[in-house]
């Protein structure tokens, strides 16, 4: 059973430049959530989606967007990048009935220059 | 809204020794406990929660927690720690229900484990 999993693995962009993250729930999951993970921090939560919507909102600019679509695969947009989004980005997925229990994928690391 | 404190920052210990990596919580309403493991270069991997039910809570790898209301507080333990358990060790919360359920995480605390 494939657990949560994100693509890239590493990224690098410039600033001002835009970046998509993807990341695919584990298998019978439907709740993808999105988290911010600055060097030597806790994750900060950024959003979570649920049947295609946003459902909550972390304290975070609308450069950050996502998506989520039919599979419950999600995406994770940033523009108009600054050299603060350098993080670790985390997503996590829920099952339907354990909304409450996340489990994390390996995250993508973005780097910033 | 809800904050999640960790203590301590950095936690060394020797070995097969016992350890104790400390969390408070502040809350105005009760609250799902959790505790994270993150090894280097890795994502987050669940320890052990707390949803309701016995105060002691055992998780993989040998841990366990003990939810403490009056003290607001979740502490992490394990009897004797290997090598193996070097990692960063993050405390988090979320309020209760099937709702969007986002979690607050704590700082963390570094586990050095010294032969």
């Known amino acids: 059973d494939a657990g949560v999993t994100q693509s890239p693995t590493h990224l690098i962009k410039t600033r001002g430049q835009q970046v998509t993250l993807r990341c695919s729930p584990k298998?019978?999951?439907?709740?993808v959530s999105w988290y911010q993970q600055a060097l030597g921090q806790g994750p900060q939560f950024i959003f979570q989606?649920?049947?295609?919507?946003?459902?909550q909102r972390g304290n975070f600019p609308d450069r950050f967007s996502g998506h989520q679509f039919p599979n419950y695969s999600s995406e994770l947009n940033v523009n108009a990048l600054l050299l603060g989004d350098s993080a670790l980005y985390l997503c996590?997925?829920?099952?339907?009935?354990?909304?409450?229990?996340?489990?994390f994928g390996p995250g993508t690391r973005l780097l910033v220059l | 809204a809800q904050s999640v404190t960790q203590l301590d920052s950095q936690v060394p210990v020797f070995e097969e020794a016992p350890v104790e990596l400390r969390c408070n919580y502040s809350?105005?309403?009760?609250?799902?406990l959790f505790w994270y493991v993150q090894y280097p270069n890795q994502g987050l991997q669940l320890l052990l929660k707390?949803?309701?039910?016995?105060?002691l809570v055992k998780g993989i790898n040998g841990f366990e927690a003990e939810f403490n209301k009056s003290q607001t507080s979740f502490h992490l333990r394990k009897p004797s720690v290997h090598i193996s358990d070097t990692a960063e060790y993050f405390c988090?919360?979320?309020?209760?229900?099937?709702?969007?359920?986002?979690?607050?995480f704590g700082g963390g605390t570094r586990l050095m484990v010294k032969p």
């Open positions: 996590a997925s829920s099952s339907p009935l354990r909304k409450e229990t996340q489990y």
């Open positions: 988090a919360v979320t309020p209760p229900g099937n709702a969007g359920n986002m979690l607050t």
């Open positions: 809350s105005s309403v009760s609250v799902y």
């Open positions: 989606y649920y049947e295609e919507e946003e459902r």
């Open positions: 707390y949803l309701s039910g016995s105060t």
């Open positions: 298998s019978g999951h439907d709740t």
